[in-house]
């Protein structure tokens, strides 16, 4: 005689970690069907089990769920850290081609005013060549410049389109146009006490230490506990019942209780669970000796920099006013020019003092803001505003 069954189980439960304790909380519900088929007979039967109320705590006293909540803690701050120093990334990257571009473009600047310079110059000589006052070879030395800065000036446009297109894609917007024109970004810094920032990057310093440390910590811990021994506690209730009908599993329900206390002593494994914890404690202190040198790397290069900054802003007066004075030399060799008094050649290197120093000045306002954008990174504290 053959015989066939279907079994049908419905489960619902919930549970809840205890935080003082580690344990956990369980409420469980639980519906069974039972089909028996045969050549002469059909049965159903019906058991069910609800309320089924149960605790379960480690008896090594670890928490998990404890340190657990440390670690996301530690781990939320961190990633702030992360999300702070992926923006002072990205504004290097703004500074870097925004000066590229600065440079480019006030370089090509100079060399159209140049071009105008030259230009008028050339006119001049020409003048004075028909009027007999000067030779044709006087000219020679203003057209080869002339064609120079012409050819300079070819070369500049074409470099000021690719660095404008790459910088558009890379921001993937238009950020950028050949028509604009790019201001020298003033400096309005004022820098405050050197321990000031030490202390801004111990505070950040702390929380990437605690980030590093706490899952070293954690195993350290869980592995310290059971190391001899690994017991838990089950204590439980709840109400049962069976019947041939659905709804007789409710009537008169049976109450049903468990207590249970599991013990695990690994004899085989003391060596195996000591050297596992020589690993991590060894692993551990290699991660405690790495954050304290890149702390003593950090407050040291935090120093540096203060003082590069510092220095940057007195060398950037001193090319200010050596530029104001070029301005004013220039200004009074022209008219020599004019006059003929002195010669071409010698008016061309003071001019090629004054764009250099310019130049200078630019590239010190560049360094100066790479610096403080490399201390804003590790310090965490915004010096350059997001004008």
Do not use: C
Not at 347 to 362: D, V
């Amino acid at each position: 005689m053959e015989s066939n069954s279907a079994n049908s189980r419905v489960n619902l439960s919930i549970s809840q970690k205890i935080p003082f304790t580690g344990g956990k909380v369980t409420v469980s519900n639980s519906l069974n069907r039972l089909d028996l088929f045969g050549d002469t007979q059909h049965s159903t039967s019906y058991s069910a089990s609800w309320f089924g109320i149960n605790l379960s705590q480690p008896l090594n006293f670890f928490n998990a769920m404890k340190w657990d909540k440390k670690i996301q803690d530690a781990k939320f701050e961190y990633n702030n850290i992360i999300n702070i120093k992926n923006g002072v990334g990205i504004k290097k990257k703004a500074v870097k081609n925004y000066f590229e571009l600065l440079k480019i473009k006030n370089e090509k600047d100079i060399l159209i005013k140049r071009l105008e310079a030259t230009d008028r110059y050339k006119k001049y000589i020409i003048n004075l060549i028909k009027a007999g006052k000067v030779i044709v070879y006087d000219s020679i030395d203003v057209e080869l410049r002339l064609l120079n800065e012409q050819k300079n000036l070819s070369f500049l446009n074409k470099v000021e389109n690719l660095k404008i297109e790459n910088i558009n894609t890379f921001f993937k917007k238009e950020l950028f146009r050949n028509s604009d024109s790019l201001t020298i970004p003033v400096i309005n810094t004022n820098l405050k006490e050197k321990d000031f920032y030490i202390n801004k990057y111990m505070d950040a310093y702390y929380i990437t230490e605690k980030n590093n440390l706490l899952s070293f910590q954690k195993n350290i811990k869980q592995l310290e506990r059971n190391k001899f021994y690994a017991a838990s506690l089950s204590v439980g209730a709840g109400f049962n019942n069976s019947a041939a009908e659905y709804s007789g599993i409710f009537k008169n329900p049976n109450e049903s209780q468990n207590f249970s206390i599991s013990l695990n002593v690994p004899l085989l494994d003391f060596s195996k669970k000591r050297i596992e914890l020589e690993i991590l404690r060894t692993q551990y202190d290699v991660e405690i000796l790495n954050l304290e040198q890149e702390k003593i790397f950090n407050i040291e290069r935090i120093s540096f920099l203060y003082e590069e900054i510092n220095d940057l802003l007195d060398n950037l007066q001193i090319e200010k006013s050596r530029t104001d004075l070029l301005k004013i030399k220039l200004s009074r060799m022209r008219t020599l020019l004019y006059a003929q008094k002195i010669l071409f050649q010698d008016y061309s290197e003071t001019e090629n003092l004054l764009f250099e120093s310019l130049n200078a000045k630019i590239n010190i306002i560049q360094n100066i803001y790479n610096k403080m954008t490399e201390l804003e990174e590790i310090t965490l504290i915004e010096i350059i505003k997001n004008d």
